[in-house]
């Protein structure tokens, strides 16, 4: 483990060499926007994946590559269309080319920078929307000097264009947010019913190593964690639902027991949106607007804004 060494960012970032020149590109504490990355740097290929949401975020990543590689980045792979793994795609252009899921190029020229409207206090820096260049739908397969790492679109789960990034060699996954440690999954934007087929689908990979969208490296019992805790929303939506109490409700007046030490945890009621659909409408009910549930999460939180540290 080695420190990037950048002073731009607070608390500072980490690479941990998962597998023989695989690195996880680690960004504490892991909440809203603080994701992590990937580099993947054997001899004759660099693959980035992800980026990060603020330019200094961005920039201390793009640096680090320097660290472990003596070439820059010629892939970057967006692992799905959130701002916290995309907005930093503008300090890669001109040397990477940039993969993505077809449904995250759409969403991202959709939605471009409004997720910084969210936290106006978050010094995002000049920031500048660039889309993915390069498409795909199911599955491609990159080859990285003698790595292979193939991309496998297991949406929708935590978006509808979730990509994971799986080295079959080395059993290393970088999951994105199909997967998250040490805080709260969020599906308000992808699916509740398909983040539970895609745990199953990563899961039969077997990898060794999973490396989250957000939080601490692990292995595959970070599955069964984050299925426990989808398996409790689904739940909580049901007997919810059936009670005729809504999405802010049902969060309030349930216990998260032992997922209340994960972070952001109000995203409980934007679970619940999503859950709530699926049950009036079909598990592949397409989409739920966002406004309500964030603003629920705030009502949640006693009226106090989400918090960003990015
Ligand atoms: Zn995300």
């Not at 907005?87 to 990477?96: H, Q």
């Not at 601490?216 to 639902?241: M, Q, R």
């Not at 949106?273 to 739920?288: N, S, T």
Request: hydrophobic share 45%.
């Amino acid at each position: 483990v080695t420190g990037s060494g950048s002073s731009d960012v607070n608390p500072s970032p980490r690479l941990a060499e998962v597998a023989d020149r695989v690195f996880a590109y680690l960004q504490p504490d892991g909440g809203w926007c603080v994701n992590n990355a990937g580099i993947i740097a054997p001899p004759g290929g660099t693959v980035v994946i992800d980026t990060a949401a603020t330019e200094a975020r961005a920039r201390a990543l793009r640096a680090s590559i320097g660290s472990v590689s003596t070439t820059k980045a010629q892939v970057l792979v967006n692992t799905h269309h959130h701002g916290d793994h995309t907005f930093g795609n503008f300090v890669f252009s001109g040397e990477a080319v940039i993969i993505a899921h077809e449904l995250a190029r759409t969403e991202m020229a959709e939605k471009g920078l409004s997720l910084t409207h969210l936290w106006p206090q978050t010094r995002w820096g000049e920031l500048e929307l660039v889309l993915p260049s390069v498409v795909f739908d199911d599955r491609l397969v990159l080859h990285a000097g003698d790595r292979r790492v193939e991309l496998i679109h297991v949406g929708p789960a935590h978006t509808t264009n979730d990509v994971v990034a799986w080295l079959p060699e080395e059993r290393v996954l970088f999951a994105g947010d199909v997967v998250l440690a040490g805080c709260t999954p969020f599906v308000l934007m992808g699916s509740l019913a398909g983040s539970l087929r895609a745990l199953e689908r990563l899961r039969a990979l077997d990898p060794e190593v999973v490396v989250p969208g957000h939080g601490p490296v692990c292995g595959p019992e970070i599955f069964d964690a984050n299925h426990a805790y989808l398996t409790w929303l689904d739940g909580i939506a049901k007997s919810g639902s059936a009670g005729g109490v809504g999405p802010l409700e049902a969060a309030r007046s349930c216990d998260l027991g032992a997922f209340a030490d994960l972070l952001d945890p109000e995203r409980v009621v934007a679970n619940l949106h999503r859950a709530y659909h699926e049950l009036a409408h079909g598990p592949d009910w397409a989409y739920v607007p966002s406004g309500p549930a964030f603003a629920d999460m705030v009502a949640y939180n006693g009226g106090v804004p989400l918090t960003c540290r990015a």
